[in-house]
């Protein structure tokens, strides 16, 4: 829907000094010093240097020459001899077998299929592959890829074999078994069968209908779970995904938890986004952010993370949501995905069981305020979200406070610097959000298989594509203009078959994001095209000390809603209008963004250095992917909560807050996740370590879950 016209507001020229070239940040300074040293003796600009730990793709190719060597020998050494008795037992995991997407019966098919088999017996070097048996096969992962490179798109898959049932089954394969060699990403060893379980399952079995009076102590893997005389409380605030984890750790190892929650259950939180989409009414305290599992909630459910997916931790997760209803193709399938559909009702089981462990979970309860003494939080003040702020105030007492708010509450940050807790502002990125017919993208990424797709109701997956960009790199002729120029631009929540929606908590302010159901099945693909910024271009806002970065989210999220004309009318511009710096069509293509768009000069929304990165970057993606630049494209402004503006410092062992003894905070909005899956394994890691200091728990909580993730502070989905 489009609304003519703009309603007569007037946005304010574009008036923010341009961002500072050099300032205390000590890493870019002594960049550029090296930059320009490297110059000087180079004459040229021939290439940049910088020293970083180097990653992945960014090692040398001798670094991972040594790296392969040296996990090559590892994998030599996990595999019994060769020909050994010992090979009789234990199971081989086969990575990278590939099927032609023509003889697949299709993503939905998680099974062992003639054509896997086919794939398989060519891994194990068997010359009938009609012979083995489907039973001693499980698939562990699907992933679908249709990258131009290869001849025909293909699903790739990962099966574990199970040496004893192929033996067993067909004694012939005796042979090959005997002969498979270990192969760096393709053939694997194991001597046992490698399975997650769910953290009900990991924490449940010895402890429950014990008789806790006893004080007994029960052995969970590595560590003891040690029920107290008398039950800590501990305050979790927000029932986002680190919230919920962290509760169901704590309740489950013994804590009394009480979980408060300023938006709604996930029933009326429905009901309120109904009304915000048919109505144009915005709870603000009920709505896209706020309310019940948090701002993931009426999302895509996209379950990627880049913690590293076969972590023992996310695997933990991914099972506990597949535990409360999650669908069980979430555990193999290679991009997996819930859907808002599916995140309803699995958040409605996740609270019954917290309720059943004994949480007292309370809806429409704001935390306003912390309770500190003697440098200690105390406990927490409260008051009824639907009423005036702090209108009936009610003081809560606890022994710990776990902060789990996400990155909407911009009230609680400001009480927080109140109460002197470090806090420092993080790179983010901010954007806008492109749409384009799902069927453009499925016929750019697809060509002919594209008809497969039937609005996710086909074999073949509703196409995404995902997009790293780096803008300016070795053009810049100056320091300066090194540290401007030099940005990245990425594609970022791509809901394939999904919608634009407004993921406002207030009316004067405008921000979007994208959703979609289970099925992918709406004629819409949606993506945030988002470039990063950083403290240097929160300088304008640096009266607001550390919440610099917050003002300037405010400040872009204020003009888009002037420029929308009101009424949570979103600014929107056709793509090539945008990198044409042209307003030329007042009628723009259909969006699947509900309350309606208003064609804007959406070029001079942002400050020309986000501007022409994205125009830059939208450039070079149509020549990646012919036909992403078209007049069906359409820009929605703006997306700017991309992740947390702000860092809330923490102990990394502990997660208490460096300056406040008893507060800890997690989650996307302390700045230490960026997504479902990465926010949910930070509040269960913080629940083991909070359970720890509280003398709940006993033993290493690595040797149970695994590593915890580096706090970057940058982790995104
Ligand atoms: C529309 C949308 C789509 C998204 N799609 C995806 C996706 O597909 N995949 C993905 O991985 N991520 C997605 N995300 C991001 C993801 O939702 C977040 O990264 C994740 O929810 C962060 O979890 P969290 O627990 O840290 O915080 P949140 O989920 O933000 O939860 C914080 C909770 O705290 C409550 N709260 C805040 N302040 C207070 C207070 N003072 N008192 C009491 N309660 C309070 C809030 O109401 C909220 O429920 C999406 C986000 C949005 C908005």
């Known amino acids: 829907m489009a609304l003519p016209g703009a309603s007569g507001i007037k946005l304010p020229p574009f008036s923010l000094p341009p961002p500072h070239p050099l300032g205390a940040n000590p890493s870019r300074s002594s960049l550029c010093t090296t930059n320009a040293f490297l110059r000087r003796r180079c004459g040229a600009f021939a290439a940049v240097v910088r020293c970083a730990k180097r990653t992945g793709k960014r090692r040398y190719p001798s670094e991972k020459k040594r790296l392969d060597r040296r996990h090559k020998e590892q994998l030599r050494q996990t595999a019994p001899e060769e020909g050994g008795v010992a090979r009789e037992a234990g199971f081989w995991r086969l990575s990278k077998l590939a099927v032609p997407a023509s003889e697949d019966p299709g993503k939905d098919f998680v099974g062992v299929s003639p054509p896997l088999l086919q794939a398989i017996a060519k891994a194990l070097k068997f010359p009938v592959a009609s012979m083995l048996p489907e039973e001693a096969f499980s698939v562990i992962r699907k992933s679908f890829d249709a990258r131009k490179v290869l001849k025909e798109p293909q699903f790739i898959y990962t099966v574990d074999v199970d040496a004893k049932k192929l033996l067993d089954m067909e004694p012939r394969t005796w042979d090959f078994i005997a002969r498979l060699e270990p192969k760096l990403g393709a053939v694997e060893y ?116 880049r913690i590293g997916r076969n972590a023992d931790g996310v695997q933990a997760v991914m099972k506990t949501l597949v535990y409360f209803g999650g669908p069980p193709n979430i555990l193999v399938d290679g991009r997996p995905h819930l859907g808002t559909d599916k995140l309803v009702p699995l958040l409605r089981n996740f609270r019954n069981h917290l309720r059943e462990l004994g949480v007292a979970i309370r809806f429409n309860t704001r935390v306003d305020d912390l309770i500190v003494e003697g440098g200690q939080v105390k406990g927490v003040v409260v008051s009824d979200s639907r009423l005036q702020p702090c209108s009936v105030d009610q003081k809560l007492s606890f022994d710990a406070v776990v902060l789990a708010v996400g990155h909407s509450a911009r009230d609680t940050y400001s009480m927080l610097l109140r109460h002197n807790v470090d806090i420092t502002p993080k790179n983010f990125s901010v954007g806008l959000r492109i749409e384009h017919p799902q069927e453009l993208i499925n016929n750019i990424q697809y060509s002919e298989l594209a008809a497969e797709v039937r609005r996710g109701r086909g074999r073949i997956p509703v196409a995404d594509y995902k997009i790293v960009k780096s803008i300016g790199e070795g053009d810049a002729k100056s320091d300066t203009e090194q540290v401007e120029q030099n940005r990245s631009c990425y594609s970022f929540c791509m809901c394939p078959g999904g919608q634009v929606v407004l993921t406002s908590t207030n009316s004067s302010e405008l921000c979007i994001n994208g959703m979609s159901f289970s099925r992918r099945a709406s004629k819409w693909a949606n993506s945030a095209l988002v470039v990063t910024v950083s403290s240097h271009d929160f300088k304008p806002f640096q009266s607001h000390g550390s919440l610099a970065g917050v003002e300037f989210q405010r400040e872009y999220e204020r003009r888009a809603a002037i420029m929308g004309g009101g009424n949570f009318v979103v600014p929107a511009q056709c793509v090539t209008d945008f990198i044409g710096n042209r307003l030329s069509v007042t009628s723009l293509p259909p969006s699947s963004y509900r309350l309606g768009v208003n064609p804007s000069k959406l070029h001079e929304l942002f400050p020309p250095y986000i501007t022409e990165a994205l125009q830059q970057s939208i450039i070079m993606i149509d020549k990646e992917m012919p036909g992403f630049i078209s007049t069906e494209a359409l820009l929605h402004g703006v997306e700017t909560r991309t992740s947390s503006p702000l860092q809330i410092s923490r102990h990394n062992d502990s997660y208490e807050s460096t300056s406040l003894q008893g507060l800890y905070p997690i989650g996307e909005g302390a700045g230490y996740a960026g997504g479902i899956l990465s926010a949910a394994v930070d509040g269960m890691y913080c629940g083991f370590a909070l359970a720890k200091q509280l003398s709940l728990f006993t033993g290493d909580i690595e040797s149970i879950l695994g590593k915890a993730q580096k706090q970057t502070g940058s982790v995104k989905y």
């Open 190 to 305: 194991m001597p046992d069968e490698k399975v997650a379980t769910d953290l009900i399952s990991m924490l449940d079995f010895h402890f429950k209908g014990s008789d806790d009076e006893q004080g007994t102590s029960y052995t969970v893997n590595n560590g003891s779970i040690c029920p107290p005389r008398k039950k800590p409380r501990v305050a979790v605030v927000g029932s986002g995904p680190s919230g919920l984890f962290a509760s169901l750790v704590l309740a489950e190892l013994g804590a009394e938890v009480t979980l408060l929650e300023r938006g709604q259950p996930v029933e009326q939180r429905g009901r309120d986004i109904g009304a915000l989409a048919v109505r144009r009414i915005l709870q603000s305290e009920s709505n896209f952010c706020f309310g019940e599992g948090g701002a993931g909630t009426w999302s895509d459910g996209k379950l990627v993370t």
